[in-house]
């Protein structure tokens, strides 16, 4: 794996709580991408990040928000979960040009109950 | 807005066999990406095809790219058990910072 690394792995929340999840990487890479992973959907951004305090939505950005205080750490925060965001949650990083090779991390598995 | 179609969406064959998974896109793009998931697991990247005519091979997957017909295939050889996987293909979206991706095809190859 591309020096990335998510936390937890696995979480299992409360309808109406805040979760964030973490993603970290050690490669410096400019870009960083959250997604979500459903049966029948393939993966869908959620948001992304173009830099440090520099990140953007992405197509299904409702009920998230992000932050990125440092190259190597974005964050991911459900402000109040809700059973439709259990999912899986694959980080990505790529360096380079806009849309170049994206690396993922080995995701996490979300449930809101 | 770009969109990315892959089919079949589900294939189950015979190990030896051959077979191929397309992928259309509706906007032109200048790079198209072929990833492979295990069950369970992340996501890793197979080929990335960055122009007309573009051919990439390893092993017993060989992917294409048709700029023109803004069409993507991954062919598979001879399939062995080990290539039992979902294959997605992406695409550079309108923004280029980030990929659009097909719905994926799960592949599997039954001894």
């Known amino acids: 794996d591309a020096g990335i690394t998510q936390s937890p792995r696995h979480k299992v929340t409360e309808t109406g709580t805040p979760v964030t999840l973490r993603c970290h990487q050690t490669?410096?890479?400019?870009?960083m991408y959250w997604y979500r992973q459903d049966p029948g959907h393939g993966l869908r951004l959620i948001h992304y990040s173009y830099g440090v305090k520099d990140t953007d939505k992405g197509e299904v950005s409702d009920g998230y928000s992000v932050s990125r205080s440092k190259t190597e750490d974005f964050l991911l925060t459900l402000e109040s979960a809700t059973s439709s965001q259990t999912s899986v949650y694959f980080c990505?990083?790529?360096?380079?040009?806009?849309?170049?090779?994206?690396?993922f991390g080995q995701g996490t598995r979300l449930t809101v109950v | 807005e770009l969109k990315v179609e892959q089919n079949p969406l589900f294939l189950s064959m015979q190990e030896g066999k051959n077979y191929t998974i397309y992928c259309n896109y509706s906007t032109t793009s200048d790079r198209l990406y072929w990833y492979r998931q295990d069950p369970g697991k992340s996501l890793e990247s197979l080929f990335v095809l960055l122009s007309n005519g573009a051919v990439k091979q390893e092993g017993r997957l060989m992917a294409s790219l048709d700029t023109k017909a803004r069409l993507s295939t991954l062919h598979i050889t001879a399939a062995v058990h080990d290539l039992s996987a979902t294959y997605f293909c992406a695409v550079v979206g309108d923004s280029n910072y980030q990929l659009i991706w097909g719905a994926g095809t799960k592949l599997i190859i039954k001894p």
């Open positions: 990505a990083i790529s360096g380079g040009r806009p849309g170049a090779e994206a690396f």
């Open positions: 490669e410096n890479h400019r870009y």
